[in-house]
């Protein structure tokens, strides 16, 4: 298990705050079997689906399963990407806006 992050819970908020102002869910996944399973998936109105992989914005890494399900979800056609720090989790609902106008934040 790995240890508690206050920072990376900072950003997991984040997160969920700014998809809430879309409409939409920020679901924590538990992938207990799934070793590398992307922390969070997102689902937006309009039937949008994203899988992120949430990591603080000093010192997180990817390991090398995580790398793998990013490969495995974007061959299947899903967006799947990682997210460091508030910063960059600004950035792709920025752009998730940018790709989807009709979807605007409250």
Known sequence: MKPFNHR?????????DKVR???G???????F???????RMVLLPGA?????????????????????WRERLRE???FCEFVSGKDEVDRFI????????ELEET
């Open 21 to 23: 102002g879309l409409g």
């Open 25 to 31: 869910w920020s679901i924590k996944l538990f992938p």
């Open 94 to 101: 920025q752009t998730v806006i940018q790709c989807h106008p």
């Open 8 to 16: 990376e819970t900072a950003v997991e908020r984040h997160l969920y």
């Open 33 to 39: 079997a799934m070793v590398g399973l992307p922390d």
């Open 48 to 68: 949008l689906v994203y899988f992120i992989e949430l990591k603080r914005a000093q010192g997180g890494r990817q390991r090398a399963a995580q790398q793998r």
């Open 76 to 78: 299947l056609g899903f």
